[in-house]
């Protein structure tokens, strides 16, 4: 009989084991993220951000390989600060978001980097071209709350952002700088 327990608690343990990273938390943004990119202008500092984003994420930091994750930005939400700057950005030549008003990463490949730090290799879809890029981020959970905060760099030209005369890099950097900072919430 003391066998039959002992063989039922452990097919009670594997079975609570296995359920624990059989399906990974749903995760979506909420209020209170930053999302900003940084360049240059004549080598100062240029840079803004986005205030539409939504991202939907499932994961569990113990089994990273399971992962999903969808980042939509609102490109006709970029801010620079300044009303001229913004129209020039939201021309053909730049976001074009007449044609391309979104920007969409996806990635179904998240590794661990060690302590909290993971990195997600995708696909973004920008102004019509799709690129393979690695996203790097810092995952940290308190409660039902959970945070991404992380910083990459894209070379703008490979999506064709800042076309014709501003495809050269004289002016205005080739380099783009993103970071952001996103607070998450259970997906309802």
């Known amino acids: 009989m003391a ?3 002992l063989r039922g608690l452990g097919a009670l343990s594997l079975a609570l084991a296995v359920g624990a990273h059989a399906a990974p938390a749903e995760w979506r943004s909420i209020e209170g993220g930053n999302f900003s990119f940084a360049t240059s202008y004549e ?8 205030s539409r984003f939504e991202l939907a994420f499932r994961f569990d930091p113990d089994a990273p390989a399971a992962a999903q994750l969808v980042v939509s930005v609102d490109l006709t939400a970029a801010d620079m600060g300044d009303p ?6 939201f021309d053909e030549a730049w976001f074009d978001i007449g044609r391309f008003a979104t920007a969409v990463f996806e990635s179904t490949a998240v590794q661990s980097r ?3 730090e993971f990195v997600a290799s995708g696909v973004l879809k920008l102004k019509g071209v799709e690129r393979s890029v690695a ?3 810092r995952w940290s959970r308190n409660g039902d709350r959970a945070r ?4 990459f760099s894209l070379r703008r030209t490979d999506f064709g952002v800042g076309s014709g005369e501003w495809s050269t890099g004289d002016s205005i950097g080739l380099e783009v700088r ?5 607070p998450l919430s259970p997906a309802d």
């Open 135 to 137: 996203v790097p981020f």
């Open 43 to 50: 080598g100062e500092p240029l840079g803004g951000s986005f």
């Open 3 to 5: 066998l039959g327990i």
């Open 148 to 151: 991404m905060t992380g910083e």
């Open 178 to 182: 993103l970071a952001f900072d996103i």
């Open 114 to 116: 060690g302590e909290a």
């Open 84 to 89: 001229d700057m913004n129209a020039v950005l």
